[in-house]
DNA sequence: TTGAAAGCGATACCAA
DNA sequence: TTGGTATCGCTTTCAA
């Protein structure tokens, strides 16, 4: 029965008392169930708009078991990567109904209370894509039947996936270093164990092999800005220096473009330099970066289809798609000549 | 009644039947109420704890009226001082218990439906941060009693915000510029209309007064990169070209950077470039942008202060917080000889 | 200190 | 096509 509540947002009932009609009634005209006949539909779809009515999405998450929230667990915006994903990601889910929200942005370990919110939210599903954080997100997911689909990496043991194709989008590269007349490739390498940067790297190796050319040499960057910086003096003290610099991504180049310049070195006339992401920075004056464009909204929309069928079906067998990257041939690196 | 649910999650009901109390005890227990036995609540704990026992948000917010939930407004990451505003709210806001959900995060208008989702998941509060967009939300929590905190947007009318001290910082930058000799200074102006542009505008303006110089123009750069470099042009071909450039935001400046050096002219030698913000690209070897860093830690604290503080006694008066900033000198201004 | 029971706001089953 | 009612999981009076 309809307690009258002062100054409390409609429900249901304050509409089903308005229209004389049951709640039920009410819920299925709201969400345009067939069995109501238009009038009705009408009438009550006008009330509710007088009456500024919103459902509580809380109270229907309780009897529907669905939140529309998907948990979101990336690494730390200094990678321009991540916010990137997670621009596209908010714009593209909301155009499905769905919530995103970030459960963990950083370098940090993976908080408890983070793992805890996925639960305790009743989140719909949740989408990883960092490399270090992503086994004990995914083993909490498992264990508790939230679809999870990672971006960027490979699952483990099986999952869902979303992930540029990391090796073709390196074999671009190391073909167009090839065709450019290089013939020192050096690779810079992102977070230990990380898919991406061995997929690349291994693109890349491969297509210089296929050249006729090795990699000079393989020293790390560790995905950040300060680990391409400082790879540039290991790289340029090296008693054969390269003639190109593959760096596993972006944000690497960037660091190592300016380190190179620190210590007087020209590009490309000196060595060129690539990278991979097409992140915004890249097509900025001070680096215009020769890069591997991602297809970020294409990523995206690819990862919350697979979301989305497995909150309908729980149980779909996992799934991986990779898509194709796009070589972005910029000013920081040199080309065959046309 | 407990109906055995086979393959769900423990909830209270099932804590009680394993412990022998009713699921008010149990209720009390796991929140740590003071009147149940200290044996009794740590016993429950470990049930809970061997169950695996998780609380569901939405039951209890359905009661509680809080859901625990922020909602973030934001603009596009292109600007890079938004995500790591974000980054750092989700982070803060963790250890309140709070979790933060964007509800948008670009350039385009706010869509009716991220409105809603702000109404349907009855948030407990919003965190705005983009100028344009601030006036629409903004009727939207106030119409419906949302406690709203606006960082770096001045209230229109009444209400929460938490700011960096713009103006404050904008004196610094002119003083800065007129004791490091500078004589003609040119200010590049973000968003129209925008507090922070105007008053960091205002600030190096009558610093500059102060030290007997006028400014020597004001151009549009629109808060973007793109913005940034166009009006390098503007400004370059002035009929008396300025020896320094305020940018009122470092997105900006990063753009006039390198628009001004696609034109041969060096940094800071033929004309000093400083920024506001201090966002990581700052530091960067290509830019070591002299700018004013916000602190931007010390902003999320406080905004989730008085949102916490509202959430637990609404109607609480209003209350705008600036804090100051600090400022970088880097390389892309000529300084005072020390 | 504990328990029984009434909601919170919506959906969905079962009858009519 | 519509209505009555149980239910989702939890908190919170009100009694004991």
New binding site residues.
Partial sequence: MA?E?AG??P???TISAEAG?????V??A??NDP???AE?REAIAAIAQRLGYT??AN??A???RRTGIVGFVTGSRSNPFYPQLLETLVERARLRALRIMPLHMSRDPLSESSIQALLQYQMDGCIITSAELSSRAADICQANEVPLVMVNRVPRLHGCAVSCNNFAGGEMIGAFLAAGGHRRIAIVLGTPNASTSSEREAGASQAAARAGLEILARVAGHSTYAGGFEAASVLWSLPERPDAIFCVNDIMAFGMMDGLRRLGVRIPEDVSVVGFDDVDQASWGAYDLTTVAQPVGDMVDRALDMLDMRIRRPGLAPEIAYLGGLLKVRSSARSAPA
Same sequence: chains 1, 2.
């Fill in positions: 307690r509540q409390r947002r429900t249901v009932e009609v049951s709640v039920s009634t819920s299925r709201l969400r069995r109501i006949s009705r459902p509580h109270a229907r309780l009897v529907t």
